[in-house]
C-alpha cells in the first residue's frame, strides 16, 4: 500500500491508519479534512479537487521525510488525498503519523497538513448556490494564516 497517495476513491481513515501498523508502534495520530458546508459565509454545495498525481505525490512524500527528519521519533506517515467532485461530510485528506509514543505525533500532524497546503499542487474549486472559484491549497494557507493573525 502506498504512503502518498492522490486518489478518486473515497477515503478510509481505518484503511491509512492500517498502512502505519507495525509492532513497534504505540501511537497514531491522524488528521481528517472534510468538506464543509459553509466557506466565508456562503453555502458551499460541493468541491472539486484537481490535481498532477505524479507531482503532488511526490511532495507528498517530502513532507513525510521533512517530518521523520523533524522529529526522529516518527516511525511512518502516509498522507492520502481525494481529487474529483466532494459532497459535503465526505474525506478530502487523511494524514496518518506513527511513533512508538504519542507526543511528537501531534506537532508531526499539525506540521504535515500545513505543509501540504503550502507545497503540493493541489487545487480546490468551491461551488456555491450563485458561483464557483477556484483557490489553491496555497492561497487557502495563506488566508487561514491571515485569519489567525486577525483573532
Not at 498525481?53 to 492520502?80: D, F, K, N, S, Y
Not at 507545497?119 to 487557502?140: F, H, L, Y
Amino acid at each position: 500500500m502506498k504512503l502518498f497517495e492522490i486518489t478518486t476513491a473515497p477515503l478510509s481513515v481505518d484503511d491509512v491508519v492500517a498502512r502505519l501498523a507495525r509492532p513497534s508502534i504505540g501511537a497514531v495520530t491522524t488528521f481528517v479534512g472534510v468538506v464543509r458546508g459553509e466557506t466565508d459565509g456562503r453555502e458551499t454545495q460541493r468541491l472539486e479537487y484537481e490535481a498532477y498525481p505524479e507531482m503532488a505525490e511526490e511532495q507528498l512524500q517530502r513532507i513525510g521525510g521533512e517530518i521523520r527528519r523533524r522529529w526522529p521519533t516518527i516511525r511512518q506517515v502516509a498522507i492520502v488525498h481525494r481529487i474529483g467532485h466532494l459532497q459535503i461530510g465526505e474525506t478530502i485528506v487523511v494524514i496518518a503519523v506513527s511513533s512508538p509514543h504519542r507526543q511528537e505525533t501531534f506537532a508531526a500532524t499539525h506540521y504535515a497538513i500545513d505543509r501540504l497546503k503550502e507545497i503540493v499542487p493541489i487545487w480546490k474549486k468551491e461551488v456555491w448556490k450563485n458561483g464557483e472559484a477556484w483557490r489553491s491549497e496555497q492561497t487557502e494557507s495563506k488566508r487561514a494564516q491571515e485569519q489567525e493573525e486577525r483573532e
